[in-house]
């Protein structure tokens, strides 16, 4: 903001109450103090109840894996993936992931993390009839959240933080729940 104010600021207006987008990123932002802590607690129980007893489908980049090795999706009635390989540049494959949910059941609540692709793939499925939610990073700030770190192994973060390559998980349960590759 500090480059782009006064021409964000010709966008916006002043008398309008606009709130926060960073939906997926309610702990690494934000000062660690304890109070910020117990709010996170509260917000992540309420992040809980929008799939609980919900059939979930994750569309995420085949490194994000979503939810494993952590309880973020705790509550889901049911988990199914669908992989984007390779995990850069989906937006070039839009078509074909939009029409990998033809056959999905539009009760189910679609969860998306594919970076900026995500957005406008979520308003496309709600268009379809779907419930369709862009997730960004939320189980990676979920997982700094629970360690009140940064580190993480197993997946890939976004550009401001630090990875080594995140090895492949063995549990069986996640790869049972991959429905679909998108290559």
């Excluded at 008398?15 to 660690?32: G, T």
Aim: with cysteine.
């Amino acid at each position: 903001m500090s480059k782009k104010r006064q021409m964000t600021y010709s966008y916006l207006n002043m008398n309008r109450v606009y709130y926060n987008a960073f939906f997926n990123r309610y702990y690494l932002n934000f000062n660690k103090t304890d109070e910020h802590y117990q709010r996170c607690c509260i917000y992540i129980k309420k992040l809980k109840e929008i799939w609980k007893n919900r059939d979930v489908v994750l569309l995420e980049g085949q490194e994000a894996r979503l939810g494993v090795g952590n309880d973020i999706l705790d509550g889901a009635k049911s988990i199914a993936r669908i992989l984007f390989c390779p995990v850069r540049n989906a937006f070039n494959k839009y078509d074909q992931i939009l029409s990998a949910f033809d056959d999905i059941n539009p009760d189910n609540l679609i969860l998306v993390s594919l970076g900026p692709t995500a957005t406008v793939l979520a308003y496309d499925l709600c268009k379809k009839g779907f419930q369709a939610i862009d997730m960004g990073h939320i189980s990676e700030e979920y997982e700094c959240f629970l360690r009140k770190e940064t580190p993480l192994e197993l997946k890939s973060m976004g550009h401001n933080i630090t990875m080594k390559h995140p090895s492949n998980p063995d549990d069986p349960e996640y790869k049972k729940q991959i429905i679909r590759k998108i290559v």
